[in-house]
């Protein structure tokens, strides 16, 4: 699949789960309910979302975080 992506140009990025939480939530070492709630709150969600989707979002907020510097 990389070799695909590189073709395309399209750059993969990786981020260590404590890289992800830290930009999220300020606290490298935040539980997956922190994350949530932040989630939540960034987002201005009425609800959290489940966890495999707050996931996701925090890991684009990341890229978004590291892309803006």
Do not use: W
């Amino acid at each position: 699949m990389t070799s695909q992506l590189a073709r395309l140009n399209i750059e993969v990025k990786e981020y260590a789960p404590k890289r992800i939480k830290l930009a999220v939530t300020g606290h490298g070492s935040a539980s997956k309910e922190q994350v949530g709630k932040m989630i939540k709150s960034i987002l201005s969600l009425s609800s959290e979302l489940p966890l495999d989707e707050s996931d996701a979002a925090a890991i684009a907020l990341c890229h978004a975080f590291t892309a803006r510097g």
